[in-house]
């Protein structure tokens, strides 16, 4: 998995204080499952209010300092704490921030990490924050989902729940602006494995092209949706399937509906 064996380690020992509401998310949380396309340089915790933020970040320092670690708080604010996390000659970025509650899915029990967010919801957090910066890391990331996780026009579809400024159209417009990717910007990267950059971005381009197709298979009154079908037991590109049924995100998250 591309994640340090120190931040494998760290990770394993903070999932002692990990809740449903206290979970690993970003692209650590992706690039935890094996082939992915580069390391992370950080580990996100994400909380569903500034309170638990700050009982995270207290919790997990005196888990910490008790078991030798130093912790180096770059950034102290409410709902948000950046820190490096040092033992020997080993150290790491660690994150512990306020994100919406509003998901897909319940977060996730894992024994590696304690609690993560739900492959779904990492994915359209991915698009949402891809639309919102201009990184080349994350467009490694949404490829990486799309080919693993779930189409990118199922994800811009979805996005719009999670984000209801934006259309699904809209969102693609400004993706379509991303993927501006150098040699140089390749180079700055932690890759698991060498990227052919012109692959790459046929591949980028091919992702994007394939959005406006889904899109326009869909009613309008479903935008926002996931499609969940009962015989796969998981989420899919409903175009696939004959018994995809829509599935809307609340606060907390929801298990799919199925029906007889």
Not at 55 to 72: H, K, P, T, V
Not at 156 to 169: I, M, S, V
Request: net charge negative; aromatic share 8%.
């Amino acid at each position: 998995m591309p994640l340090t064996d120190y931040q494998a380690s760290l990770a394993r020992l903070l999932s002692e204080n990990r809740t449903f509401d206290s979970y690993l998310a970003g692209g650590a949380a992706i690039l935890i499952e094996p082939n992915t396309m580069r390391f992370s340089r950080d580990l996100d915790y994400f909380h569903d209010s500034e309170a638990r933020v700050a009982e995270a970040f207290s919790a997990d320092s005196r888990l910490l300092e008790s078991r030798g670690y130093s912790i180096d708080v770059d950034l102290n604010q409410p709902g948000f704490v950046r820190a490096i996390v040092r033992k020997d000659q080993e150290a790491a970025k660690v994150d512990w921030a306020r994100d919406s509650d509003w998901r897909f899915m319940p977060t996730v029990r894992d024994d590696r990490v304690g609690f993560l967010l739900h492959p779904v919801d990492l994915a359209v957090n991915k698009v949402l924050a891809l639309a919102g910066r201009d990184e080349p890391r994350d467009v490694l990331d949404t490829l990486h989902l799309h080919h693993q996780v779930l189409v990118l026009g199922a994800l811009c579809w979805a996005a719009c729940g999670k984000d209801p400024g934006f259309t699904p159209l809209s969102l693609l417009e400004l993706l379509r602006r991303r993927g501006r990717i150098s040699e140089d910007d390749l180079a700055r990267l932690d890759l698991a494995e060498p990227v052919d950059l012109h692959a790459l971005k046929t591949e980028w381009l091919e992702a994007l092209d394939s959005v406006e197709p889904f899109v326009v298979s869909r009613p309008s009154e479903e935008i926002g949706c996931l499609y969940y079908s009962p015989s796969q037991h998981d989420f899919v590109d409903p175009r696939e399937v004959t018994d995809a049924v829509p599935h809307f995100g609340k606060p907390g998250g929801v298990l799919p509906r199925i029906v007889d």
